[in-house]
């Protein structure tokens, strides 16, 4: 049996249609039988956020935050086109119609497809995002994880 | 040819046809012929650059009023 091939993608951006297009090459990959990691940092973190509120002790400005960002994958907003949430609401339609995966059950089939989704605890700090209020199964690492996954990495890609 | 499984992808956008080609493969034994229907217009390409990786063989494919049909035999 060779080695698994692996491919690493770092999550840096919130925005729906960005981490739409990172988790269907993740799901892509798996399917070529790699070993696939997504380092979610900064912005990215939000689409591993549960969608219920979770009630955790938070200070003042952790609270701002946490109240400012999406709390999850289906609340995202686009990076062009958003129109004060219209946007989303429009193309998630014409995903409907398409038979266009949502981001959420990519979410979730990434998952069931073992692939490993790892929240940078860096900048889960910055952000005042506490365990709690992130999916259930996820990994917590830091840079030198992701450089573990990535110098071994086939395809490494930063969206 | 004999058919071990046929998969119908139709109506699935990307990336959903080739995961689910990964996992029908998965379901039959080496040397047998899996059976793909699909309507994304970029399944050819995906489909073969696939078998192509994994070492499959793509035997053979149609294209017939805007449905792709594959007969991929397991490696």
Known sequence: ?159 | MEIAKVLDAKGLACPMPIVKTKKAIGDISSGEVLEVHATDKGAKSDLTAWAKSGGHELMKDSEEDGVFKFWIKKA
Request: glycine share 8%; proline share 3%; hydrophobic share 45%.
């Open chain 1, 1 to 159: 049996m060779t080695e698994k091939k692996k491919t690493t993608i770092v999550l840096f951006s919130g925005d729906y249609d960005k981490a739409m297009a990172a988790y269907i090459i993740a799901n892509g990959a798996t399917a070529y039988d790699h070993e696939v990691t997504i380092f979610h940092t900064f912005w990215g973190l939000n689409a591993l956020r549960k969608d219920a509120l979770v009630s955790v002790k938070k200070g003042f400005m952790e609270k701002m935050f946490g109240k400012m960002m999406p709390r999850g994958a289906d609340k995202m907003e686009l990076s062009k086109m958003n129109y004060l949430g219209m946007g989303p609401k429009l193309i998630k339609n014409v995903m409907k119609k398409h038979n266009a995966m949502p981001l959420p059950q990519l979410v979730e089939m990434a998952q069931e497809q073992d692939v490993k989704l790892i929240a940078c605890t860096m900048t889960m700090d910055l952000l005042g995002l506490q365990k709690e209020e992130l999916l259930n199964g996820i990994d917590y690492a830091g840079v030198a994880a992701y450089i573990g996954d990535a110098e071994e990495g086939n395809i490494n890609l930063f969206i």
